[in-house]
């Protein structure tokens, strides 16, 4: 059975522009969650996704959004990059947004901001 | 509020001895669930165990073992005869159940676990 997935694996991006993350679920999930691990900060956590719609967001500016399509992959896009957004950032998902689920990771997107 | 702390920033040792990652939480919630991640260089988190707050037996796997005690707020993990393949980052985690909207993992800072051949 297939991992979550992300794409791509590493992202160049100047200050000013706009990112796009990419992240499929594992099969049969519904739930997909994003975190940033920043140098020194940590993993911090930036959405839940559950059947399309946005359920929970961490302490993130609006430039951090994001969508679910109906096949459960999701998106995440940031505005405006700025260069402590440099980070790696982490795709999960659960079977159905449980509280009691574990959450499965993807091998992440590195985003280097210059 | 929620909190996982892992005091433990940096841990060396050499293949084959014993190493415990220590791990404390804070949370207000009689129900809530604990993990263990392993993050190897390449990033991918990689799950190793689930404990919910009411199971307080602890679990052995292989080599790996960890002990739940509530009255101190502490979720440990234990490699005996660690390995140099067991060399990565270390993360400890939690998750509220009853808390509506709050889907998420809390994460300790991570223990950088670093074994010498």
């Known amino acids: 059975e297939a991992g979550v997935t992300q794409s791509p694996t590493h992202l160049i991006k100047t200050r000013g522009q706009q990112a796009t993350l990419r992240c499929s679920p594992i099969?049969?999930?519904?739930?997909v969650y994003w975190y940033q691990q920043a140098l020194g900060l940590g993993l911090q956590f930036l959405l839940w996704?559950?059947?399309?719609?946005?359920?929970n967001r961490g302490n993130f500016p609006p430039r951090f959004s994001g969508r679910q399509f109906p096949n459960y992959s999701s998106e995440l896009n940031v505005n405006a990059l700025e260069l402590e957004d440099s980070a790696l950032y982490l795709c999960?998902?659960?079977?159905?947004?449980?509280?009691?689920?574990?959450?499965?990771f993807g091998p992440g997107t590195r985003l280097l901001v210059l | 509020a929620q909190k996982v702390t892992q005091a433990q920033t940096e841990i060396s040792v050499v293949e084959k001895e014993d190493v415990t990652l220590d791990c404390v939480y804070e949370?207000?919630?009689?129900?809530?669930?604990l993990f263990w991640y392993k993050q190897p260089p390449s990033g991918e988190l990689v799950f190793l165990i689930r404990?919910?707050?009411?199971?307080?037996q602890n679990e052995i796997s292989g080599r790996y073992s960890w002990n739940f005690q509530k009255s101190t707020s502490s979720f440990n993990f234990t490699i005996t005869a660690s390995q140099v393949v067991d060399s990565a980052v270390y993360f400890c985690?939690?998750?509220?159940?009853?808390?509506?909207?709050?889907?998420?993992?809390?994460f300790g800072q991570g223990t950088r676990l670093t074994i010498n051949p």
């Open positions: 099969s049969g999930h519904t739930s």
């Open positions: 985690a939690l998750s509220e159940a009853k808390v509506q909207g709050a889907q998420k993992l809390v």
């Open positions: 404990r919910n707050s009411f199971d307080e």
């Open positions: 999960a998902s659960s079977f159905a947004g449980k509280r009691s689920e574990t959450q499965y």
């Open positions: 996704y559950d059947e399309g719609e946005e359920r």
């Open positions: 949370t207000r919630d009689t129900t809530y669930y």
